[in-house]
């Protein structure tokens, strides 16, 4: 196998949690272009169809740029198909009765991106506590959940590609992030548990740690010249990410050329973390 095919997706199906917007809609995408046939969730179903839906024009798109009837290969090398559920990662049950109707939508399933997240920002002491506990909710149990619920399944195929995004603030901290910091901490530290619990099943667990990137989730801080130039001033790179930026670590990380990879955390900030 040549190292370009170990990237390759086909006949893979892949999960991602929060990939209606954002970074988990650009993953999303990177998978389907590799091959893969993607299900995303949304607390909402029809954000959830209309990116789906968005996902699979592109993917048809991009069939129908290739023109020569030999390349019929490379056709069969993007992706297959999107699908969009509604599913609250923070309750249990719902979250389990989606992985399983993925399964059975799909086939199969043998990549879980955890990538549903939110950030509440502000003083501790001026934060409710119902506050953090949301974020919590969604960031961290909504994680364990997603595993919990693929479990059963990764461990029986032994094999699986589990991605969890993290955060810079998983490794570093900023001042009015208390629920975020801490909630992106603990998914790197679920990372590293749950690599070990799973290596004897060929299923490797891996952490993206992303830096500031220009999502839906920054736009107050995008729209804050000061704030702005504040975070342009951390990333030795000079600039915010772009949201395409994210899909080939997606990629490298859900197919065999990770094969050898487990309970990693890899940052994708500009050089933030480098000082």
């Known amino acids: 196998m040549s190292v370009l095919d170990k990237f390759k997706l086909t006949d893979r199906i892949a999960l991602v949690t929060g990939g209606n917007r954002g970074l988990g809609k650009q993953m ?23 990116a789906a839906q968005e996902i699979v024009q592109s993917i048809a798109a991009a069939r129908a740029s290739i023109a020569p009837a030999s390349d019929s290969e490379a056709r069969s090398d993007l992706g297959n198909t999107a699908r969009g ?21 799909f086939g199969g399933l043998h ?50 590609r589990v991605i969890n995004i993290g955060s810079t603030l998983s490794l570093i ?22 690599a070990l619990e799973w290596a004897p099943y060929g299923i490797t667990v891996n952490a993206m740690l992303p830096g500031p990137f220009a999502t839906e989730m920054n736009t107050a801080l995008l729209n804050d010249p000061e704030t702005r130039k504040e975070f342009i001033a951390k990333v030795p790179l000079g600039r915010w990410g772009e949201l395409d930026e994210i899909g ?28």
């Open 28 to 50: 999303a995408l990177a998978l389907a272009e590799a091959g893969a046939s993607v299900a995303l969730t949304s607390r909402d179903q029809g954000r959830a169809d209309g």
């Open 85 to 105: 559920y509604a599913c609250d990662v923070s309750d249990i049950e719902q979250t389990a009765q989606t992985v399983q109707q993925v399964i059975a939508d």
């Open 111 to 160: 990549i879980v991106v955890n990538n549903a997240g939110i950030n509440i920002r502000g003083p501790i002491d001026e934060l409710q506590p119902e506050e953090f506990q949301q974020v919590i909710a969604t960031n961290v149990t909504g994680v364990w959940n997603v595993c919990r619920a693929a479990a059963a399944h990764l461990k029986a195929q032994r094999y699986g």
């Open 173 to 194: 901290a900023l001042a009015d992030r208390t629920p975020y910091a801490s909630s992106k901490g603990a998914v790197w530290q679920m990372t590293r548990a749950l």
């Open 248 to 275: 080939g670590l997606a990629v490298f990380l859900a197919s065999d050329a990770s094969s050898y990879m487990t309970g990693a955390g890899i940052t994708i900030d500009g050089g933030w973390t480098v000082h």
